[in-house]
């Protein structure tokens, strides 16, 4: 064998290079350090008092072949304290108090950043459990505030653990500078729970908050102002705000759609075949047919129409450029016509609107695009398919961590 092994280890020596049955590598070594330090005192000692056992510790592979250190640590006694207890030494390289080296568990996660548990099981030869103890014990198992020295925006948004499960669990995150961080995955929304997390906030970390971004949901907001004071502007998302108004407008388009399925002819019915996505569809972007289908349902029900106008005319106050009093004039206009309208489909959202009308027209103070929240969300949802389902909160929250931050911190390096 021409290969000069360098282990790129510290205070070590080869002593025997071999393969075992199964064709891995088990390398002898020997410490060449030369003194220890006492468990008791915390001094240095020198003073040698043999061997060890020997033991068996999994390093870096090496030609697609597992690897295993074999070393006897040295052991010291010391001669200041009572009973001049001896201690082994440890080594600076073992990931500590295991079977692997430090470099070892920063291989198995950088395996493990966009992969699963499982498959890293597979290619490692590896349990589960030990896996998720390597993610556990790294950096990416500490609280996700550790990570942060500035929050921004602080986000506030909710996924749900389990499809078609009520369990939703809430996400807080950080954007600032054009990075989206995650600060938290609390197990449920409720104001309590938002509230206790955003209190426990270290006070330093708190006065970065420039702003938070939220969707209408009343615990969230609640839990900001209760949490945070009345200096912390908190503004609701337009995505969420639109998905609401949206969301009612829809509701009379399927109400009108099942009036219409018993009392026209089928033939009739046809001609407003695909209104679903005509209806929702941004204005702009139809297409002639779709303009067509608009045009006949509307001349059946013209509140379909009315509904659907005021629709579009609240998307467009959030492209206008208004300055935040503005904004609350456009809204106050908007909820006169619809109460003119006599449309009752619009009743929940203005009630929401009313609620929350300022944290809503904060957008416009400078035009905060949240949008961040839906996508780093998105990246939540990728990772818990991949993993099929991570319904724990602490391994979710490790996921997110090594997938979000694990390229910088153990890539890098
Ligand atoms: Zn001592």
Redesign the pocket.
């Known amino acids: 064998m021409g290969i000069e092994l360098d282990l790129e280890l510290p205070d070590i020596e080869i002593l025997k290079v071999s393969r075992d049955s199964k064709g891995d590598y088990v390398i002898e070594l020997r410490s060449t350090n030369k003194s220890g330090v ?1 468990r ?2 915390g ?1 240095e ?1 020198r003073h040698f008092r043999g061997y060890d056992e020997w033991i068996t510790i999994r390093h870096l592979p090496i030609l697609g072949r597992e690897v295993y250190l074999k070393i006897r640590p040295r052991r010291y006694q ?1 001669l ?2 009572d009973n001049e ?1 001896t201690t082994t030494e440890r080594f600076s390289w073992r990931a500590s108090g295991k079977s692997y080296t430090k470099a070892y568990q920063d291989h198995v996660l950088r395996c493990l950043i966009s992969s699963s548990v499982e498959d890293v099981c597979l290619k490692e030869k590896l349990g589960e459990k030990q896996v998720e103890a390597m993610l556990s014990e790294s950096c990416f198992g500490k609280n996700p505030l550790d990570h942060i020295s500035y929050i921004g925006t602080l986000g506030l948004d909710e996924i749900a653990l389990k499809k078609g499960h009520r369990g939703f669990v809430a996400i807080a995150s950080s954007h600032y500078e054009g990075r989206t961080q995650l600060l938290g995955v609390l197990p449920d929304r409720k104001k309590e729970t938002v509230f206790k997390f955003l209190k426990l906030i270290p006070d330093a970390l708190k006065t970065t908050i420039d702003e938070v971004a939220t969707d209408m949901y009343e615990g969230y907001l609640n839990a900001s102002k209760e949490a945070l004071g009345e200096s912390v502007e908190i503004v609701v998302d337009r995505f969420h705000v639109a998905q609401s108004y949206r969301k009612s407008a829809d509701s009379i388009r399927k109400q009108e759609q099942r009036r219409l399925k018993k009392e026209l002819s089928e033939d009739d019915y046809k001609q407003i075949k695909g209104l679903l996505w005509a209806f929702r569809k941004n204005p702009d972007k139809l297409t002639e047919t779709e303009n067509g289908i608009l045009e006949i349902a509307f001349g059946y029900s013209p509140a379909l129409k009315e509904a659907y106008q005021l629709r579009n005319a609240m998307t467009d106050i959030f492209e206008e450029p208004y300055t935040k009093q503005e904004a609350i004039t456009a809204f106050i206009e908007w909820e006169e016509k619809v109460i003119q309208s006599g449309l009752n489909c619009y009743d929940a959202f203005l009630k929401t609107l009313n609620s929350f009308q300022s944290q809503i027209a904060n957008y416009f103070n400078n035009r905060c695009n949240s949008g961040f929240v839906e996508g780093f969300n998105n990246k939540i949802k990728v990772i818990k398919r991949r993993c099929y389902g991570i319904f724990n909160i602490k391994h979710l929250m490790q996921r997110i961590l090594l997938d979000t931050l694990g390229a910088k911190l153990i890539i890098t390096k």
């Open positions: 006492c008791k005192c001094q000692i010391c200041e304290c207890p």
